[in-house]
């Protein structure tokens, strides 16, 4: 009596702190079962008390359930939380995982020998196999390569069949289908000739067992009689086919996901499988999760309304994709900061008001760890790297190297130092920014960006980056007396790259929208939320659409109470102002959102700018730093020689005493705009092209003090 009250006492804490629909899914212990959940919606904690109420119950026996999913850091959460419910007997591991441990057991009776060795990476192999071809393919090229052939295998397509399959997914490294799937042949014949398999083959090569051998499969589901699948939205045909083998007809089978997560289409995961569940099981129960026990009210709405604001765009191909109903989520915290909507003048400034208001959050009791910046590509990085080192808050990269730590970039320094032990004298800043261009063309930079996407685009964001830098201090530099060369450009390279080594714990992180999926913090801010990067350009058809606006959707769910949503105008300091806001915020930022959001709606209105003149002669101005001045290079500066240069001075003791490049500070074109307009007060001086917030409230009094003639220490 007392054994059967303790274990009804232990079912009852097992089910304890479930709402209503958590606890559905937790009793629902036999046949198939499709629970829909919506981010913060608990989804892990009433999947695995659904696991431990089925094996207290004595429904499951541990050792017969098997429970999926999609990363080995949810695995191990997952294992965490079972053993905290007593059911840590209970196997949880990654498809991959799962299929890798019964192919070791079972290729030696199946197939005989030993299982080949797994390669970690892809690239050695493809680039022997383009070499076999006498193709030629550098390492973005080998990037994409590898991750086109990893789509082609989990879509179970071979190098036959590729070719019709690829003709709507674009070039991967510039390469058409055909020779896309001769590599891919070549590859697989690498892999046979040096006794090797991928990743790909794991799950592959256990499916053909599973066919094959009638024992083999005979044995599996004799150990597997129940599956439990998480992130069931992202499954790919070859996995699905793995999972199908598993279950061997059976339908004891528990899915997890949310259509509106769909984000990794490009490595294959489809939503079909789960949107299409009630098809393939009846008799399926169908349960949602729509309580949000993640994110503020404010936050929440905001994600229900990315969602529901979504139309077809016009003139673009469908193919037959359909938009699912997404849940609507339904908030449970308190209220918390409405949602904060900031239009920058560049990239620069962007990334400086971003580090400002973390630097605030984290005064005001935020940790640094609980702070995240997403962004669209990896490329973006950078400015933010730059921002937060030169604010002094501790950052790190997830899902990607630091930005001087990647391998293009390294390879493009060490192209610069060469090339500047070489270069002349007369190189001055007027030549540097065009042989940074020349130098690194070799490297694959080009003017324009390219279409493809991956490993190229991250390439040419990370070169583009260091030719923009090149304009930048070339800009910095005009009208000085000392010149600017190639090797001054690589010295103030290798200060950057050393001030960017921050302590990284406890850091602020920085991640692709994609690295992010699965994660959470107390504050988010979505940066670079123009047209070009959400939607990013090489969308091209509405399921590409529908995609960029659920990569947004993921974002904004990271959000727990604080969420910042951003965009800049140009690219660079003084560059034209060409950018728009993402079409994925019409209708939801507020009217009028601009780079100071205090200011009054009389000083938000924009009138339409005409070409920008010189204010002294009237002629128009061409370069960047003309129009940053207000006046073209032949007319006389309108400053006192003696102000300028006392604001070159105390700009030079503040680099100093920081460790930084003294151009982050401010450029020299700024210090003579600033000379020239000679501002009274805080207001004027914010009006100055190059004079951002950040820079207004750290500098801004020492700046007007040496305006009035004050000595400033």
Known sequence: MTETTDMGALEERILAGLDEEQRQVATTLRGPLCVLAGAGTGKTRAITHRIAYGVHTGVYKPSSLLAVTFT???AAEMRSRLRELGAGAVQTRTFHAAALRQLQYFWPQSIGGQLPSIVDYKAPLITEAARRLRTTADRATVRDLASEIEWAKVSMLTPESYVAAAADRGQPGGLDPITVSRIFQAYEDVKTDRQFIDFEDVLLLTVAILED???VAASVRGQYRHFVVDEYQDVSPLQQRLLDLWLGGRDELCVVGDASQTIYSFTGATPRHLLDFTATYEQAPVVKLVRDYRSTPQVVHLANRVLAARRPEPGVPDRDINWPTPLELIAQRENGPEPTFFEAKDDEAEASEIAQRIKKLIAEGTPASEIAILFRTNGQSAAYEQALASA???YLLRGGER????????????????????????VDGATVPQLTRDILVSLGYSATAPAASGAVREK?????????????????RAGSEVPFTLNTFVAELEERAASQHAPTVQGVTLASLHAAKGLEWDAVFLVGLSEGLMPISFADDQAGYDEERRLLYVGITRARVHLGLSWSLARTPGGRANRRPSRFLDGLRPAGTSRVASAPKAARRRSPAGPPKCRVC???????????LGRCGNCPAGYDEAVFESLRAWRLQVAQANSLPAFVIFTDATLMAIAESKPDGLAGLGQVSGVGKGKLERYGEAVLAILAGDTVD
């Open 460 to 476: 040419w964001e990370s070169l583009s980056a260091l030719v923009a830098l090149a304009d930048e201090m070339a800009e910095a």
């Open 403 to 426: 930005f001087f730590a990647r391998r293009e970039v390294r390879d493009a320094m060490l192209q610069l130092r060469s090339a500047a032990r070489h270069a002349t004298t007369e």
């Open 392 to 394: 002094g808050v501790g």
């Open 213 to 215: 051998d009638e024992r």
């Open 72 to 74: 080995a850091r949810a």
């Open 618 to 628: 009237g002629t128009l101005l061409t370069s960047a730093t003309e129009r940053k």
